[in-house]
């Protein structure tokens, strides 16, 4: 059974899709078989790693609204061992779409039941909401993993967050847990950084990850090429920081 | 009759709340008797302003849901001629219900016709999607004010939110127009920064406006203290940016 990872903030631009996109291809990278599923109808994750929806014809939308088998939506990426099911405009309507289907927000968990074993991780890139899409996200994981920018308006929604989680886990998904909290656009020489960053481990302790993933301008110039920054900088601090990051990430995981 | 804009874009995290709280506090400190309306289930222009939604019992959740008369749905803030109707965590349930309502994308624009001519302007602060609550702030709205961040992922966004507009326009809201394009955590000595304004400039020309909010820590500070960055800090960059902004886009209305 792969392993199932959602990552989910309902706040804007804390840094899910630069988080699902290097996880995902870091993970590949140390060789473990890798499928990133981007259920945002923005499609940043796509996009970021150079995929076009017009070339693959079947993804996400065709998985949750068409009941299209799994196995037709899944497509390649140029990193190998990383595949995706990449998501398209259609999505934008999906959320309203999914309302009125029976066991909406178990869809996602039931497709992804019968994928096959090739793939350890499956990583899925959530919008910023807590509607269907998020829903369905946090139904069909095995765990969540939180990134945060440690600002004000992200802290404020952090309880909101624990909140929908512990409804997931009550009512759909009773073994759903917390994987971890990563700080992200992390700047020491704020003062605001490291308030709000004591107040989260405060309060989340072990969970949050020791590696802290800095603002670095190179995170955010990789996607416009369609790749990784691994692959477009690779000596960049942000590259460092999210090798460092999937490293972690994998040591608390119980692997083969 | 009230001037409405709606401030819009689904990508997170861009400066929306931001701007909303500035421009909407920026108006009354000039004299213009405003209103907020937070219509992100984030309800952080709420919590922004230093007013807990506890406090106030009814807002946008009643509005919309409950068919609350407007009147009674808004609350004084601390700053002299700006009133607020508040969110809470209500809305995060509102967009599936509001699915199965009659003409549910017009909900808001029904209510807030109801409103007494002692406003001028009217302010929509908006979710991170194209979900049913930004619909009904698009379909109530005179104009559409897009904050933009200079940064790959938010360009991608900006067709999709366009299509949306005119969506809107052509079955919903003919009259709707765009007000104009704020580029907002704007750092001149990064090439991105610079390459994404040239495109955004490039397609928008004259509606860009021609004031830049630079990225300025005191901005993401003053929520805290649930004031303003006018009264947080006045010197600093990002209080002349906002009130600089303020004036230019009080410049393209039709003022008494
Ligand atoms: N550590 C970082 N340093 C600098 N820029 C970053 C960093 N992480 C992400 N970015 C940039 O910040 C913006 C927001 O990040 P990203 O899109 O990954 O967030 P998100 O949470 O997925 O946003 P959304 O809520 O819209 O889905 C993007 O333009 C991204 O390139
Ligand atoms: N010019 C700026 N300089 C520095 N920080 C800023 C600036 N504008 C906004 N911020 C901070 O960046 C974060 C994102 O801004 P904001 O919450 O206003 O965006 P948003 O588009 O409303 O997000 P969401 O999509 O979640 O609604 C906040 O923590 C805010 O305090
Ligand atoms: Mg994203
Ligand atoms: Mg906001």
New binding site residues.
């Given amino acids: 059974m792969s392993k199932i990872i959602a990552i989910a903030n309902q706040k804007g631009g804390v840094g899910?899709?630069t988080t699902a996109v290097h996880l995902a291809a870091g993970m590949a990278l140390e060789g473990y078989s890798t499928l990133l599923v981007d259920l945002?109808p923005?499609g940043?994750?796509t996009a970021g790693l150079g995929v076009t929806p017009s070339e693959t014809e079947t993804g996400v939308y065709d998985l949750l609204i068409n009941d299209h088998p799994v196995e037709e939506t899944i497509h390649p990426t140029n990193i190998a061992g990383l595949s995706i099911i990449p998501a398209d405009t259609r999505l934008h309507g999906a959320e309203i779409e999914l309302v009125s289907k029976i066991a909406r927000e178990r869809i996602l968990a039931e497709a992804l039941s019968n994928l096959s074993d090739k793939f350890q991780f499956v990583v899925l890139?959530t919008?910023?909401s807590l509607g269907l899409l998020t829903l369905n996200a946090m139904s069909a994981a095995n765990t969540i993993l939180v990134p945060m920018q440690c600002e004000y308006y992200a802290l404020e929604g952090l309880a909101q967050l624990m909140k929908s989680v512990n409804l997931v886990k009550k009512h759909l998904n009773p073994p759903l847990e917390i994987e971890g909290i990563l700080l992200t656009m992390y700047d020491g020489r704020l003062n605001l950084t490291k308030q709000v960053a004591d107040e989260i481990t405060g309060v989340f302790e072990k969970r949050v990850y020791r590696t802290l993933i800095v603002r670095n301008v190179r995170l955010s110039e990789a996607p416009s090429f369609g790749q990784t920054v691994y692959t477009y900088d690779p000596q960049s601090r942000g590259a460092q920081n999210y090798r460092e990051f999937t490293v972690e990430f994998l040591s608390h995981q119980q692997l083969p």
Same sequence: chains 1, 2.
Avoid: C, E, R, S
């Fill in positions: 899910k899709t945002d923005q940043n994750a890139d919008p910023p």
